[in-house]
């Protein structure tokens, strides 16, 4: 085994998503909430929080609206949000990249500036390469970057992304110079492998699965601990020898402030959702892995998950693009 690691512009409005809700069994303060991603449209975050609109909106009784705000890998969502009210009618979809450009970069609003309401799931990184691709699995893409140094690119989200940072920990692992491109959001990156403009991307499942199901992508590694069941023809990255598993979160934040009441209507909400049949048949189909924590779990996570990233930057130097 080689290593042994574990992790946890100007805004604009892309596009937007509501759903129309049938009466819930507790009143929601409000009857209209804005779910805001930094992602770009057909990201990760994208497709989960339009996916969770559908199913949570009869629950909660509230029609929601999916808005992209990009710039600044979150950080002109983060100040949107730090600079709303705490009245139950605007949230966040978190993941790593929201820690990241805090700790990478001087946001106008930081994380901290946040609260944590409730995690939803861990979702599993995958390495994929367009089907006509000459790379097999991981130790492929390392022997290439080894025979040619800095000339195979592989794709990942923003410079503060735990894709960005999984890279980084794999070149340091295995040795290798590979040349890092950045993009606004996981949909980008996909495009960028299927244009060959990349050799190799990183991402989640939900936003490559129509790719993958019309044979335009393939995986190649997980970094997992465990095979995926839904591709369990995929080798893991430690079974080839590379010790790298990754967690990346999926959750929800809002501004500072919130009533104990909205947040009581979100963790009982969420918890009902996880249960809902269409929608845990969705996230069964994409692979990720349901993880409810509740505000004081989720609050306890995101600092050690912060204090961890810290350290890792410290001590590798690394800094945003």
């Not at 609003?109 to 691709?133: E, G, H, I, W, Y």
């Not at 989640?204 to 590694?221: N, S, V, Y």
């Not at 839904?230 to 990255?237: G, I, Q, S, Y």
């Not at 990346?248 to 009902?272: C, H, M, N, T, Y």
Request: hydrophobic residues 40%; aromatic residues 8%.
């Amino acid at each position: 085994m080689i290593g042994k690691w574990l992790i946890g512009g100007v805004a604009a409005v892309i596009s937007t998503f509501s759903v129309l809700a049938t009466p819930a069994v507790a009143e929601y303060p409000q009857s209209t909430v804005k779910l805001v991603t930094h992602s770009s449209p057909g990201g990760g975050t994208d497709v989960f929080l339009r996916q969770m609109s559908k199913y949570l909106a009869p629950i909660m009784g509230v029609t929601f609206v999916v808005e992209n705000v990009r710039g600044g890998g979150g950080a002109k969502a983060m100040a949107l949000l730090a600079s709303s009210p705490a009245d139950g009618s605007i949230f966040y979809g978190t993941t790593p990249s929201y820690v990241n450009t805090s700790l990478l970069s001087s946001p106008e609003a930081k994380f901290t500036d946040l609260d944590p309401v409730v995690n939803m799931f861990f979702d599993p990184q995958v390495v994929f390469v367009r089907s006509d691709s000459p790379y097999k699995q991981l130790t492929d893409v390392i022997a290439d970057a080894k025979a040619r140094p800095n000339e195979v690119v592989v794709a990942v989200s923003t410079p503060s992304s735990l894709d960005r940072q999984v890279m980084e920990q794999l070149k340091a692992i295995t040795g290798t110079e590979m040349a890092i491109v950045t993009h606004d959001g996981g949909g980008d990156v996909m495009l960028s492998v299927l244009n060959g403009t990349a050799g190799v991307g990183i991402g989640e499942i939900a936003e490559l699965r129509g790719q993958i199901d019309a044979g335009a992508l393939k995986i190649i590694t997980s970094y997992t601990d465990d095979r995926l069941p839904l591709f369990p023809d995929v080798p893991t990255a430690q079974e080839q020898g590379i010790d790298l598993v990754v967690r990346k979160f999926r959750g929800i934040a809002g501004p500072k402030g919130l009533p104990p009441e909205v947040v009581s209507a979100w963790e009982d909400g969420i918890q009902k959702l996880l249960e809902e049949p269409e929608f845990k048949a969705w996230y069964e189909k994409e692979g990720v892995i349901p993880a409810y924590m509740s505000q004081a779990e989720v609050r306890q996570f995101t600092a050690d998950f912060a204090d961890s990233m810290n350290e890792f930057f410290k001590k590798y130097d690394i800094k945003a693009d």
